[in-house]
Nanobody, 125 residues
Framework: VQLVESGGGLVQAGGSLRLSCAAS????????IGWFRQAPGKEREGVSC????????YYADSVKGRFTISSDNAKNTVYLQMNSLKPEDTAVYYC???????????????????WGQGTQVTVSS
């Protein structure tokens, strides 16, 4: 599985960005794609996740109501629309894939086996 993120950048607080994750190489139709982030000096944390089979979505409490995850199956791409960005959203954002669909909603790093290279998101105050 190959994952390539894009769309990061520098934005002022209150602004918006849309991240994209282009995915390829899946051998199974049932998988989950998650977005994670890692700020300097902090552990990588789950932000949002979407299931390929039923489109179910999951969000960390810190981003609920501000971030929206979606997928375009024709393009094999998952998006993360980030609105009302805050300085504390600053991090490297990664997309990742998991075949453990039943538990992917918990967004544990160890459950995701394939990772993209990451894209930097910086929110200035």
């Amino acid at each position: 599985v190959q994952l390539v993120e894009s769309g990061g950048g520098l934005v002022q607080a209150g602004g918006s960005l849309r991240l994209s994750c282009a995915a390829s190489g899946f051998t199974d139709d049932d998988y989950a794609i998650g977005w994670f982030r890692q700020a300097p000096g902090k552990e990588r944390e789950g932000v949002s996740c979407i299931s390929s089979s039923d489109g179910a979505t999951y969000y960390a409490d810190s981003v609920k109501g501000r971030f929206t995850i979606s997928s375009d199956n024709a393009k094999n791409t998952v998006y993360l629309q980030m609105n009302s960005l805050k300085p504390e959203d600053t991090a490297v954002y990664y997309c990742a894939a998991s075949g453990l669909v039943e538990i992917a909603a918990m967004m544990r790093v160890a459950d995701f086996g394939s990772w993209g290279q990451g894209t930097q998101v910086t929110v200035s105050s």
